[in-house]
């Protein structure tokens, strides 16, 4: 029996050894620690901050998307108007309040950096270049609205309070990083990652490699007033590489979300706190645009006064301290809450293409072919027939604009492009017919729209109603970028104060022109 006894407890305790021994690995790690390895799986160390940095480049989150995208860059960029008579302080009419100012940099910065940081422990080079391409996507949008910022000596928690880099600089970093990333990314463009890690190409890595090289051209060009060599060699790079720009709208970048925050800001803000703006439809309606369906409702006036002879895509004056009336009748943005957020489409990478083919760089093309099949890329992404006849019309001019409710109607058209491309004009009108017909292919990327004005003077806008800048802004030329925050005097002084002196070349006001934006 005691044999037996022993027998049995010397078979326990082997079992028990080998059940001990089989699980050493688990049992000696902390059960709250996340391994690597395991973070690893499915992507999902890199998916959570590549999904938030995605979710920035257009803001998915409603209130900076309205700050950013819509009382930002759609009413500097001309593509939307303040319909809320509660606004007495806003960007339209040059004086915004601090808190509308302080958004797209203490929001936006410190967010791409610290989700760019939680990259970095991946082994991951796709991911991080995508990465990368996303962090320059939004920080080009940021430099481009205040000038100098902190960029290149920004620490791993993501503050700002950093000395700041001066535009060229930046840069020249952003091409910097955009190569290593294009690299990377051509390198593998076979290859797939998750799709749960990625809410615009589901994980196609040539699609990234395109959308880099595509926004590489666009930068490149951003800076072409300033520094032509620079401009011309990271332009004709991008379009020569070996995988290219975008060249058809299956190329075009769009991210997936809950909730259009367009939607949110042009209908359920107190009934809509912006309406498409009185520049935009009254080009598009001078030129009889097919367009005009797919992006505007019609307006809904009472018509008894026989302003207007019938309702129809009427935009409100941008720039107008709006009196007691009917302000949200006027036509507004068609989009729907479960509509992706367009980055970036094959009609303005080919019209970037036809504008540096007009200054004799190799583009793939000639300025007139890809002019026009920028416009006919535009028609097909809207699903709108009659783009050939469009391209030949050489005659319609944007339209007079007569107000519906006679308070802020224009005396003459600020423009008198046409369409049709002409061969035998000079440089300055055919840059104003590709910026003008690009603007339109662009709505509603207001940032791109208004960067593109103050380089280029197009497209001519009608001017502010009521300019409460106090001197500051050029009613004719328009704000050229955004103050510095106030906490930025209190929380960063000595850095923003040097940056204020020694890169901004002039007066931290909404007046004073950007490096790049050289044009008179």
């Not at 294009?182 to 615009?200: C, G, M, Q, Y």
């Amino acid at each position: 029996m005691n044999k037996n006894i022993f027998k049995t407890l010397l078979v326990g305790t082997a079992l028990t050894f080998g059940a001990c021994t089989s699980n050493f690995m688990d049992i000696n790690k902390e059960p709250s620690t996340v391994y690597k390895e395991q973070m690893e799986a499915d992507d999902y160390i890199t998916r959570v901050p590549l999904i938030a940095l995605q979710g920035l480049i257009i803001p998915n989150d409603v209130n900076m998307s309205q700050f950013i995208e819509c009382l930002l860059g759609g009413s500097m960029g001309g593509y939307l108007a303040d319909s809320n008579q509660g606004f007495k302080q806003k960007y339209s009419t040059y004086n915004p309040e601090e808190h509308w100012i302080q958004v797209p940099f203490n929001d936006l910065i410190p967010k791409v950096f610290q989700n760019f940081n939680k990259l970095q422990i991946s082994d991951n080079e796709v991911q991080k270049a995508v990465g990368a391409v996303n962090k320059v996507a939004v920080m080009a949008k940021v430099t481009d609205i205040y000038g100098p910022i902190p960029y290149s000596k920004i620490g791993e928690d993501g503050k700002q309070t950093a000395p700041y880099d001066s535009e060229k600089d930046i840069y020249t970093q952003m091409f910097v990083e955009l190569d290593e990333a294009i690299e990377v990314l051509s390198n593998h463009r076979e290859d797939k990652f998750s799709p749960l890690a990625d809410k615009v190409y589901g994980g196609n890595v040539e699609k990234w490699a395109k959308y880099a090289n595509s926004l590489k051209l666009r930068l490149a060009m951003r800076i072409v007033n300033a520094d032509e060599a620079l401009s011309k060699k990271k332009a004709e790079e991008a379009v020569n590489s070996e995988v290219g720009v975008f060249k058809t709208n299956d190329d075009n970048a769009f991210f997936t979300t809950q909730k259009n925050p367009f939607r949110v800001v042009m209908y359920e803000y107190n009934g809509g706190d912006s309406r498409i703006s009185a520049d935009l439809t009254s080009v598009m309606n001078g030129y009889n645009d097919p367009r005009r369906e797919a992006y505007f409702t019609t307006s809904t006036f009472d018509l008894k006064d026989g302003n207007v002879t019938a309702n129809g895509f009427f935009g409100l004056r941008n720039g107008v301290l709006i009196p007691k009336g009917e302000y949200r009748k006027y036509s507004n943005m068609k989009v729907e809450t479960s509509d992706k957020l367009m980055w970036m489409n094959a009609a303005e990478v080919t019209f970037l293409r036809a504008e540096g083919a007009l200054r004799g760089w190799n583009m793939q093309g000639t300025p007139e072919s890809l002019y026009n099949e920028a416009i006919a890329l535009s028609f097909d992404q809207h699903g709108v027939s009659g783009a050939d006849k469009y391209i030949k019309n050489a005659l319609s001019q944007p339209e007079v604009y007569k107000d519906p409710q006679g308070d802020f109607s224009y005396t003459g058209a600020p423009s008198k492009i046409t369409i049709k491309w002409d061969g035998k004009v000079g440089f300055e009108e055919n840059l104003e017919r590709i910026i003008t017909q690009k603007w339109i292919a662009n709505f509603p990327l207001g940032l791109e729209a208004w960067a593109e004005y103050r380089r280029t003077g197009y497209p001519k806008l009608m001017e502010a109603v009521d300019n409460k800048s106090a001197g500051t802004v050029n009613s004719k030329r328009m704000a050229r970028r955004l103050m510095y925050p106030q906490s930025e005097y209190t929380e960063n002084t000595q850095n923003v104060t040097e940056a204020v002196s020694q890169f901004l070349n002039g007066p931290d006001n909404m007046g004073t022109d950007l490096w790049w934006a050289k044009k008179n």
